[in-house]
C-alpha cells in the first residue's frame, strides 16, 4: 500500500501568523506532528478534513519541492500557454494588440490596468469586441455586424503576426520548470497537450520556437476557435481529451487564471496554478494546488509525481 503524504506549513509561527506561507511535503512517519500546530489546525480545518490542498508559495521564498512516493501518473498533462507556458500578456500580447491600434490609427491604447481586466474576456478578438461594444467602436470601423467581425477578424490576424516577431526573436522566455515537467511527461509516455484560447499560430509559434522541435513534435495543441465556446466553457478540456483518448478525470491541468481553473474543473479535471502576473489575486479556491511557478531545481515546487499523486491522496493545508 503506497504511503500517503501530507503538506503542511513549514513551521507552527508561519502556519499562526499567516496561512499562505510557503508549504513543506513530508511523509507523516518521518516527522511528528507539534501539539501547536495540531491545536491550530483542529480550531482552524474543523469540519475539513476530507480534502485541502496545497497554499501558494510566496513570489521570491524559497519553497519545497512537493512530491509524493506514489505510482499513480495521469493519463494526460494538458497546460494553458499564455501565462503557463511563458508569461506573455503584459509584454506580448498587450504590445502587439496596442501596435496594431497604433498602425490602423484607431486611437486606441491598452494600459497595463485596463488589459488585466481586459483577460477576464477569454480570446482576443472576443476581448476587443467586448472592448469596442462597451466603449464604442472607432470612427474606421464599419458599422454592420458582419463587417465588424471582419474587422476583428483582420486586426487579430495582424496581432498575431506582430505577438509571433516577438516570440521568434526569444524575447520572452520560457516559465520556470515549464521545460522540466514536459520532459518527466514525455519520458513516461505521457500525452501532454496545450489548450488555450490564443491564435493556433502563436501557441505553435511559442511551442516550437521555445520548447524546440523535438519536444514540439510530441505535443498536441488545441487552440483558438477549435471549439465555438472559450474558457471559461470546458470545451477545449473535453475536446483534448476526447482526441487524446483519455479519461478526464485522468487528467492534470496547469491552468494560471481563475477562467483556465473553471474551464478544467467543469471538464472534471484536476488543476494545479502557477499564478502569472495578472492572476496573483484571483480567486483559486477550487483548485487542487496552487503555486507561484512549477521551478527547476533548487528552486522546484512540484513535478510530475506531485500531479499524479492528486488522482489518488489527500492533501492536509
Not at 499513480?72 to 507556458?85: H, I, T
Request: proline share 5%; with cysteine.
Amino acid at each position: 500500500m503506497a504511503s500517503t503524504t501530507f503538506c503542511l506549513f513549514s513551521s507552527p509561527t508561519a502556519l499562526l501568523s499567516n496561512t499562505k506561507t510557503s508549504i513543506a511535503c513530508f511523509k507523516p512517519h518521518e516527522r511528528a506532528l507539534s501539539s501547536s500546530i495540531l491545536a491550530t489546525r483542529t480550531s482552524i480545518y474543523s469540519n475539513k478534513t476530507s480534502r485541502a490542498r496545497p497554499m501558494n508559495l510566496r513570489n521570491g521564498s524559497r519553497g519545497f519541492t512537493c512530491s509524493a512516493s506514489s505510482s499513480a501518473l495521469p493519463s494526460a498533462l494538458l497546460f494553458d500557454c499564455d501565462g503557463v507556458l511563458v508569461d506573455t500578456e503584459k509584454d506580448g500580447h498587450r504590445v502587439s494588440f496596442n501596435d496594431t491600434f497604433s498602425e490602423r490609427e484607431l486611437g486606441v491604447t491598452w494600459d497595463v490596468d485596463l488589459y488585466g481586466e481586459l483577460l477576464k474576456i477569454g480570446g482576443g478578438k472576443e476581448r476587443m469586441t467586448a472592448y469596442f461594444n462597451k466603449t464604442g467602436w472607432p470612427a474606421k470601423a464599419p458599422k454592420s455586424e458582419e463587417e465588424r467581425k471582419e474587422f476583428i477578424a483582420s486586426l487579430h490576424k495582424r496581432k498575431t503576426e506582430l505577438f509571433m516577431a516577438l516570440i521568434e526573436k526569444k524575447l520572452l522566455p520560457l516559465r520556470p520548470g515549464v521545460a522540466k515537467l514536459i520532459d518527466q511527461a514525455l519520458e513516461k509516455g505521457i500525452k501532454v497537450a496545450v489548450c488555450s484560447t490564443s491564435n493556433e499560430k502563436a501557441v505553435s509559434a511559442i511551442v516550437s520556437c521555445l520548447l524546440g522541435p523535438e519536444r514540439a513534435e510530441k505535443i498536441k495543441i488545441f487552440a483558438g476557435d477549435v471549439v465555438p465556446r472559450k474558457k471559461p466553457d470546458p470545451a477545449i478540456y473535453v475536446l483534448a481529451a476526447s482526441t487524446l483518448g483519455v479519461d478526464p478525470s485522468s487528467c492534470v491541468v496547469v491552468e494560471d487564471s481563475a477562467i483556465g481553473l473553471a474551464a478544467a474543473k467543469a471538464a472534471g479535471m484536476k488543476c494545479i496554478i502557477t499564478k502569472s502576473g495578472y492572476t496573483a489575486d484571483e480567486d483559486f479556491l477550487n483548485a487542487d494546488a496552487v503555486f507561484d511557478f512549477i521551478g527547476d531545481p533548487p528552486e522546484e515546487r512540484f513535478d510530475l509525481s506531485f500531479c499524479g499523486s492528486l488522482l489518488e491522496k489527500q492533501y492536509a493545508s
